[in-house]
């Protein structure tokens, strides 16, 4: 008897576990590119603050200003959210292949049950491995982000802005 099992194979084991397994890696490599994107903006604009002049309104000025830093970060929120879920679908995916296999084989050994259970750990690991960072990346970058906000909101206050 030898052992077929790979991590490849954890991920890949049918159609719909590749399908699951494909969006949710999806959905961390994009999240970590919005992640890198944030952190360089962050860092630039740590070098480069930005600035209110007196006759700047200040309704246009912070929300032009913010606009780059809250962008993207709709897709951050909705990884941390649904990435879980779509894990827990992989993993009642996974639990009902064991249940087939069972089936299929009127045995409940090991060797019936644990590649599907392998299946459904797997993908409900991918699941979190996708949503944990971008949920505090959400809200290390949300908070910052209002943060700079009101800091423009009152030198525009100390500066007199016009408001509309």
């Not at 007196?54 to 309704?59: M, P, T, Y």
């Not at 949300?142 to 802005?161: F, G, H, M, P, V």
Request: aromatic share 10%.
């Amino acid at each position: 008897m030898t052992n077929t099992f790979s991590l490849a194979t954890l991920f890949t084991g049918d159609l719909m576990t590749l399908f699951i397994s494909l969006v949710l890696v999806l959905g961390s490599v994009i999240s970590w590119a919005i992640i890198i994107e944030k952190i360089r903006l962050w860092r630039y604009q740590k070098t480069n603050p930005i600035r209110i002049k007196d006759s700047d309104d200040l309704s246009l000025v912070a929300d032009k200003l913010i606009k780059p830093f809250d962008k993207n970060l709709w897709f951050l929120s909705m990884v941390s959210y649904v990435a879980p879920f779509i894990g827990l679908f992989g993993t009642i995916w996974g639990v009902m292949d064991s249940f087939a296999s069972i089936g299929v084989n009127q045995s409940v050994s090991i060797g019936v049950i644990a590649p599907g259970l392998a299946t459904a750990l797997g993908t409900t690991a991918l699941g979190l491995i996708a949503a944990v960072p971008a949920a505090i990346a959400y809200q290390y970058f949300i908070k910052k982000a209002d943060d700079l906000y009101d800091t423009l909101s009152e030198k525009c206050q100390e500066l007199k802005c016009k408001h509309k």
